[in-house]
């Protein structure tokens, strides 16, 4: 069974960047699309970004949020083990929980359903 565990999370000023990392341990993550989700404090837990599992070629395939594009990169590692989030111009409107997730698709992640694995999450939070 894999296990996601999340780190990275932090307090910075508004305008700081942070990385935040996906450790997928227990079994290979190859074969899932993997995503960020956040949860505000009294908001719903929402979809920030995903990227898809490397298909017949070697490429990639990532969606965001609205309200990531153009300061959040996903990314993930070679061997599937590893998913980051660069995020960069933080706002204090970021401050979340920041979750890892594993799903079938990018399409199900961005709609947060059939989501197969979760993280506990990491703090981010943004404040002068």
């Known amino acids: 069974q894999v296990q996601l565990e999340e780190s990275g999370g932090g307090v910075v000023q508004p305008g700081a960047s942070l990385r935040l990392s996906c450790l997928a341990s227990?079994?290979?993550?190859?074969?899932?699309?993997m995503g960020w989700f956040r949860q505000a404090p009294g908001k719903e837990r929402a979809f920030v970004a995903a990227i898809s599992a490397k298909g017949g070629g070697s490429t990639h395939y990532a969606d965001y949020a609205d309200s990531a594009k153009g300061r959040f990169a996903i990314s993930r590692s070679s061997d599937d083990t590893l998913v980051t989030l660069q995020m960069n111009n933080l706002k204090p409107d970021d401050t979340a929980v920041y979750y890892c997730?594993?799903?079938?698709?990018?399409?199900?992640?961005?709609?947060?359903?059939?989501?197969?694995?979760w993280g506990k999450g990491t703090l981010v939070t943004v404040s002068s």
């Open positions: 997730a594993a799903g079938t698709s990018l399409g199900t992640l961005n709609a947060g359903t059939a989501i197969n694995l």
């Open positions: 227990g079994g290979t993550a190859a074969y899932y699309a």
